[in-house]
């Protein structure tokens, strides 16, 4: 995969509205259209010089069936044709392992990736059963449920947690003095103005009508942040009888989406805001753990990817993770050697929502920032997935001297 370049800034993300918040009403496909077609213009990158797309979406929503190239035609690049791709919560990192080795077998020069999902309102979806009491059917809301229960298991996601937990020995306590240290790293990307946000997000943020038409509301970043005391949390209690994850250990739906190009090293030179940084992709990891494991997953993910990209731990300069539970950074620091307390500087999804498809994607873009900041280096992305899986990523940012 070392063919595969990021073109410095050429991403962008929406901020991540808390679900049932500012971005509702807006259908995830066609917001993110709107968004790809300005971040596009303001980046003063022509859509004919992308010759692929891909698409990753986990909620579906109406027309979703004709998926990228519907969405590349709302955007103003009716050219484009690509994939389609759900992987849950591991979607963004598939998404750029598909346009990465599209780049490497020359299938593609420059690929378009777009994340996007809408947690809020999700579809109530109902499948005929012609064998069914009188022909009744069968009815699956289709994000309560698939929270609530691993159709392979028959268990929820916080069970996964908790089990995680109990295997590593992980207390409320431990987990809500790592909760802590994670709000406050998301408050240094609150700094003057969000300028670290502002690096890859248009802020003040527009937000549409439905028809996309016109602006209705003006958010100034990510909508529905918990703030997190050390007294508030000690307040809490396990959501599970027993148990010790608590709402403050693990993170909340959101609505957004989010964009990157994936390219030649030629072509990313071109594109790039700033052609004397590279930004190339080393590798990629995937990895399952033993059933109702799910926090665990990343682990094994992160070890696969920084193996091909023949890295070790000790070279890593910045780490990212996708963490729907807290637990997710004990266990990697406790397998690793890695700080807890120094690993998702700037913010993660535990503190600024969970979209789904988008999340590890903007996960990226925080972490190519945060090396970029350090005058380079090489970074780990890691996350777990529904059905006890994870993705990895490894970048690696060459600056040039200040």
């Not at 979703?64 to 009716?78: E, K, S």
């Not at 990192?93 to 777009?114: F, K, M, N, P, Y």
């Not at 997000?201 to 439905?210: C, I, S």
Request: glycine content about 10%.
């Amino acid at each position: 995969m070392t063919s595969a370049y990021i073109p410095y800034g050429a991403y962008w993300s929406t901020p991540f509205a808390k679900w049932q918040g500012s971005f509702a009403h807006l259908h995830s496909l066609k917001f993110a259209a709107h968004v790809a077609r300005h971040a596009l213009a303001e980046r003063n990158i022509d859509a004919s010089r992308i010759d692929m797309g891909v698409l990753g979406s986990t909620v579906p929503q109406p027309g979703a069936f004709y998926g990228l190239p519907w969405v590349a035609t709302m955007m103003g690049a009716p050219h484009l044709a690509g994939p389609h791709i759900a992987q849950a919560c591991a979607t963004s990192a598939r998404c750029l392992a598909a346009a990465s080795q599209a780049i490497a077998d020359g299938t593609s020069e420059c690929t378009l990736v777009i994340a996007a999902d809408r947690i809020s309102n999700g579809p109530q979806i109902y499948y005929p059963n012609p064998l069914g009491p009188g022909g009744t059917g069968e009815n699956e809301a289709w994000v309560l449920a698939n929270i609530e229960k691993d159709p392979a298991t028959s268990l929820s996601m916080l069970t996964t947690a908790e089990n995680v937990a109990s295997r590593f020995g992980i207390s409320t306590q431990e987990q809500h003095e790592v909760v802590l240290r994670r709000y406050h790293q998301y408050q240094a990307a609150l700094e003057n103005d969000s300028a670290f946000l502002g690096r890859f997000m248009a802020l003040p943020f527009d937000v549409p009508n439905a028809a996309l038409a016109k602006t209705i509301n003006r958010i100034d970043g990510d909508e529905g942040i918990f703030a997190s005391t050390a007294e508030g949390l000690a307040r809490l209690r396990p959501v599970a009888p027993g148990g010790s994850v608590t709402y403050g250990g693990q993170t909340h739906p959101a609505d957004g989406n989010a964009g990157m190009l994936v390219t030649s090293r030629e072509r990313a030179r071109e594109l790039s805001s700033r052609p004397e940084i590279q930004v190339q992709i080393l590798g990629f990891g995937q990895a399952r753990a033993e059933p109702a494991f799910m926090p665990y997953a990343p682990i094994p993910a992160a070890r696969l990817a920084l193996e091909r990209a023949q890295v070790n731990i000790a070279q890593l300069n910045a780490v990212k993770t996708h963490n729907p539970f807290v637990i997710n950074d004990i266990a990697l620091a406790r397998e690793t050697g890695l700080d807890v307390m120094q690993i998702n500087n700037y913010g993660s999804s535990l503190i600024w929502g969970h979209p789904q498809g988008p999340t590890g994607l903007r996960s990226v873009m925080e972490l190519i920032e945060e090396l970029e900041l350090q005058g380079g280096g090489i970074g780990l992305f890691t996350g777990c997935a529904a059905g006890d899986s994870a993705m990895a990523v490894v970048v690696r940012v060459e600056d040039a001297p200040r």
